[in-house]
């Protein structure tokens, strides 16, 4: 069984910093690709940031410059660095990993449970 989880959301004021976590656990052969998605309240989800296992790391226009996504390998985790929060950045934050578990060759998609980011004006 692979599991994500996400920590390290919370209130911030505007202008403020937030790192998120992201842990992969399990039986975990191989992980490809991560990813931060978020969506807002009556919105739909959006891509914030990606980062493949090598190669370039992309981010959404409306937060290039501010958030950076990294990873260690060694730890099976994603983070992403959140600096000039805006009050627009507010949203719930999952993290998604294309994850290839032990006993088989495919890489599958796998969610974490989402952590809440409030950005108070």
């Known amino acids: 069984q692979v599991q994500l989880v996400e920590s390290g959301g919370g209130l911030v004021q505007a202008g403020g910093s937030l790192r998120l976590s992201c842990a992969a656990s399990?039986?975990?052969?191989?992980?490809?690709?991560m990813a931060w998605y978020r969506q807002a309240p009556g919105k739909q989800r959006e891509l914030v940031a990606f980062?493949?296992?090598?190669?370039?790391?992309t981010y959404a226009d409306s937060v290039k410059g501010r958030f950076t996504i990294s990873r260690d390998n060694a730890k099976n985790t994603v983070y992403l660095q959140m600096n000039s929060l805006k009050p627009e950045d507010t949203a719930v934050y999952s993290c998604?990993?294309?994850?290839?578990?032990?006993?088989?060759?495919?890489?599958?998609?796998?969610w974490g449970q989402g952590t809440q980011v409030t950005v108070s004006s």
């Open positions: 399990g039986s975990i052969f191989s992980i490809n690709s």
């Open positions: 980062i493949p296992s090598r190669g370039t790391r």
């Open positions: 998604n990993a294309a994850i290839a578990p032990w006993a088989t060759s495919s890489f599958r998609s796998y």
